[in-house]
């Protein structure tokens, strides 16, 4: 290998090291809930939902088995919806479905 094409490849291996990264596009992560327009979430995971309430996940759970807390299945996921959270919050009754 002659000098000069040592001195092309260094050249590339500098170009190269001293471009920009490329930003990639942020990916919505798995277990995240869709946000509202005001950054709040429309569901809430069980554990999320008992830390909201004060209580915790080991209650949260067996208050969800026991119906006091309304979820929706989705697959084997279970989620607290946020609209029946407040409810519960405000001290109303709420309906398991």
């Known amino acids: 290998m002659t000098d000069l094409e040592l001195m092309r490849r260094a050249d590339k291996v ?11 596009e942020a990916k919505p992560r798995l ?12 569901t809430y995971t069980v554990k999320e939902a008992s830390k909201r309430l004060g209580i915790s996940s080991e209650r949260g759970y067996a208050a969800v088995n026991a119906g006091q807390i309304p979820v929706i299945m989705l697959g084997k996921r279970r989620v607290v919806p946020a609209a029946a959270l407040q409810r519960l919050l405000a001290g109303e009754k709420v309906e398991a479905a």
């Open 14 to 24: 500098v170009e190269t090291a001293t471009k920009p990264a490329k930003k990639r």
């Open 31 to 42: 277990g995240c809930s869709p946000l509202r327009q005001s950054g709040e979430p429309l």
